[in-house]
């Protein structure tokens, strides 16, 4: 439990830490959404495939919200929601 707890935690603190910089790095973005994404599906499903799947989708769809964000792109914000859609539902199974 506190395993998964700490992949969210540190998934989320390290997005508000890239939101506060002038250009956010891809790269840490995308750490954090794949710990985040991980550790969200593992908390509530339990371990499998799904688990890594539920992890890319997030992984992909943090830099693109956060650049949606920053930049103020409506495209951006559109991707993001589709990606984060699917992660979602992944996770229903």
Do not use: C, N
């Not at 794949?34 to 799904?50: E, N």
């Not at 992984?59 to 992660?87: C, H, K, N, R, S």
């Amino acid at each position: 439990m506190i395993i998964k707890a700490a992949m969210m935690a540190l998934g989320l603190a390290l997005v508000i830490l890239e939101m506060q910089v002038e250009q956010p790095d891809g790269v840490v973005l995308l750490i954090a959404g794949a710990l985040f994404g991980m550790g969200l599906h593992w908390y509530k499903r339990g371990w499998s495939w799904r688990t890594f799947a539920v992890g890319l989708l997030v992984a992909a769809g943090f830099p693109v919200a956060v650049g949606a964000v920053t930049m103020g792109e409506p495209l951006l914000a559109l991707i993001g929601f589709v990606l984060f859609g699917i992660a979602g539902r992944i996770g229903r199974k």
